[in-house]
Structure formats: structure tokens, C-alpha cells
């Protein structure tokens, strides 16, 4: 049974950070593309960022320079590292992995920017 399971999410102030981490289980995780999205409340949901199983990265525009995308083929794990957040930023936050083939989500972690 494949698992993707988001944790991090919070409460925090702009100008702070956070770190959200997704843990995979049930997939061969190095060979899937993973992703970070998000889905604000009235809006679509959007890429944030994306790492290749060889590393490469893509971001989103907005959040280039703020938010770092990293994996541990090792330990199944994802992380985005967001600095700098802004009211902008709330949102609940998706793990995505996909292959040609399949493409599975978590559950969500909500992240919220507020004074």
C-alpha cells in the first residue's frame, strides 16, 4: 500500500519558517519524481516545486529564492524548507510522487501566516 504522509505544517508568523517533511512508504522511492503543491482555500491548486530522481529542481516563481526542495533516497523522506513566508504562502500543503505511469498524493499538511 503506497503512503505519502506530509507533517510540518503550522502556525507561523511572516517573515518566519518552516519545514515540511513527507514520508514515503509502498513505492520505489528513487525512481519517482516528487513534488510539493498547494492548494489555498478558493484557489487552484498549484505547483510549488518539483526534484527530479537525479536532483534537479524547479520552482514555482513565487517562491523561488524562499523555499528549497530536497529528498533522501535513503530514508524515503522529502522535505521543502520555506523561508521568508508571507500571508500569500497559506495554504495546504500536498506531497505528490508519479512516474510514467502512476501518481499518488498525501493527505495534506495545512500551513498557516499570521500575525
Known sequence: QVQLVESGGGLVQPGGSLRLSCAAS???????????YRQAPGKQRELVAVIGNGGDTIYAD???GRFTIS????TNMMYLQ???LTSDDTAVYLCNAK???????????????SE
Not at 27 to 34: E, P, Q, S
Not at 71 to 74: C, E, I, K, L
Open 82 to 84: 520555506m523561508n521568508s
Open 26 to 36: 509502498g513505492i520505489l522511492f528513487r525512481l519517482y519524481i516528487l513534488g510539493w
Open 62 to 64: 513565487s517562491v523561488k
Open 99 to 113: 512516474n510514467l505511469r502512476v501518481e499518488f498524493w498525501g493527505q495534506g499538511t495545512l500551513v498557516t501566516v
Open 71 to 74: 529528498r533522501d533516497n535513503a
